[in-house]
């Protein structure tokens, strides 16, 4: 049975020809169920603080995994991106046109040096061969 402030408060003790002083018992008593009543209140607010870290830790737990996930998911996204416009690479290299995906459109890409993939390009847009294309460069030292 579980051992209550009320059961130490109502507690009684026989008493015997040399027993023990009431009063000493009694006032013993008293601090008895004072002590135990703040041990259990505190108990009971050290329970539900626990509760609410627990709470919060499983919270970051799962924030974790999501953030773990979404790294895992960036990071195929790259190498998949990296495969993929290494492929395109070597594809222009050989004189091939490429597609590729931008921010708003899908675009058409060459080697602009090249003659036959440039031509490919105008064929490919229907485009009158006195209207530019567009060229990127890398880095100023490419320019011709």
Known sequence: MKLT???INNKEFKRGLRGYSVEEVDEFLDQVVE????LYKE??????SL???NEKLEHYEKLEATIQNTLLLAQNAADQAKESSEKQAELIK?????????ETVYGLGANALDENAVKKIYEAKG???DNPLIVHIIKKKYII
């Open 5 to 7: 402030a009320m059961d």
């Open 35 to 38: 002590n135990y009543e703040e």
């Open 43 to 48: 108990n009971s607010r050290l329970k539900e």
């Open 51 to 53: 509760s609410r870290v």
């Open 94 to 102: 050989e004189g091939k046109t490429v597609i590729f995906p931008t």
């Open 127 to 129: 485009r009158p061969s």
